[in-house]
């Protein structure tokens, strides 16, 4: 292993201690409500809970205004549930980012992922102005910075802890050109990632070519690599992800597969369809994450479930990939800290 993966368990994350002992990783995603109920985080946070080494609170995704991902996160903490909290470049300046991750860090939070944020005209809010102070990856830049040289972004030294995230990024392997994705994923390692998520994968043979690129590169040696997994809904669902949704590559296969999944039950029983077809895209997603573990350098999946997190545990079991590994029985490090 080399440089971002060779520093020592210093975050206190648990994720973190999962990789680094070779555990194949699952996260999750924990979608926060749009409103100020924070028992919706924590039944989602109690289905997730166990099953998955941590899970991602988004940041108002898809620009739609939501509760913020700390104050969600610090309900998951509160509910034995390891966040990362996604922090966005498109709402904040560089001072307000500073500050939200060192408030999160006092909180218990010991993972981030950087983003760039879903443009504002996607959202609820359109007419709304956007900050992007920082792009993603002078965003992962500043928190490693924060964390290793123990100053902030301006250079200033801390005059107290610093917050020790284990810091992550996102990466979409199919977005055009395609040729050129393993030197995007390159640069976020280069600024100090030390996990990546992916965008959806459904073209295992697609990615598993983007794979010998990045092994070719040394970045599965540099970085921890978590492939994302989205199960299926309906054919509906499915359709739109292959025609409409930029950077994804849903071949037919699973798209025909969704459609008869319904083969043989009455078009006039809906809740019989909807059943067959959310069995069927639970067991697409265990079939996929089955083929993803055989790709070298694959160090785990995340798996995207937005208020559909019911699904996770199924997966998971059916993956094989459950119970998973107890803290207790994972190296730490005399620097970590409880959260």
């Known amino acids: 292993m080399t440089e971002n993966m060779t520093n020592g368990y210093k975050s206190g994350s648990r994720l973190e201690r999962i990789l680094r002992a070779g555990h194949f990783a699952v996260t999750g995603e924990l979608g926060p409500p749009q409103s100020a109920d924070g028992e919706v985080i924590r039944k989602k946070a109690r289905l997730l809970q166990g099953i998955v080494d941590a899970a991602n609170i988004t940041d108002n995704q898809t620009a739609i205004v939501r509760m913020s991902s700390i104050g969600a996160g610090t309900i998951a903490v509160q509910e034995g549930l390891e966040p990362v909290v996604q922090m966005t470049c498109r709402d904040r300046n560089r001072l307000a980012i500073q500050s939200d991750l060192m408030g999160a860090y006092a909180l218990g939070m010991r993972n981030v992922l950087c983003l ?156 019989a369809r909807q059943d067959a077809w959310r069995r069927e895209g639970i067991q697409i997603a265990i079939e996929l994450i089955k083929e993803l573990k055989q790709i070298e350098g694959v160090a785990g999946v995340h798996i995207m479930a937005i208020e559909w997190e019911e699904a996770v545990k199924p997966i998971v079991e059916g993956a094989e990939l459950f119970p998973r590994p107890e803290p207790t029985s994972l190296p730490t490090s005399d620097t970590e800290t409880a959260a």
Not at 116 to 134: E, R
Not at 139 to 151: A, G, N, S, Y
Not at 183 to 205: C, M, P, S
């Open 116 to 271: 760039t944020g879903d443009h504002q005209s996607f959202g609820n809010h359109p007419t709304a102005k956007n900050v992007h102070d920082l792009d993603s990856l002078q965003l992962t830049q500043m928190v490693v910075k924060m964390r290793d040289e123990k100053c902030f972004q301006c250079g200033d030294e801390m005059k107290g802890a610093e917050p020790r995230f284990f810091v992550g990024a996102a990466a979409n392997p199919f977005g055009d050109p395609f040729e050129w994705r393993p030197y995007r994923l390159q640069k976020k390692v280069k600024a100090g990632a030390d996990f990546i998520q992916t965008q959806l994968i459904f073209n295992i043979e697609r990615f598993a070519k983007y794979m010998e690129k990045i092994r070719e590169l040394g970045l599965h040696e540099q970085t921890y690599i978590l492939a994302g997994i989205g199960p299926l809904k309906s054919p509906g669902m499915a359709r739109y992800m292959r025609d409409q949704v930029p950077g994804l590559d849903v071949p037919d296969i699973w798209v025909d597969r969704m459609m008869g999944a319904t083969t043989g039950i009455d078009k006039e029983d809906k809740k």
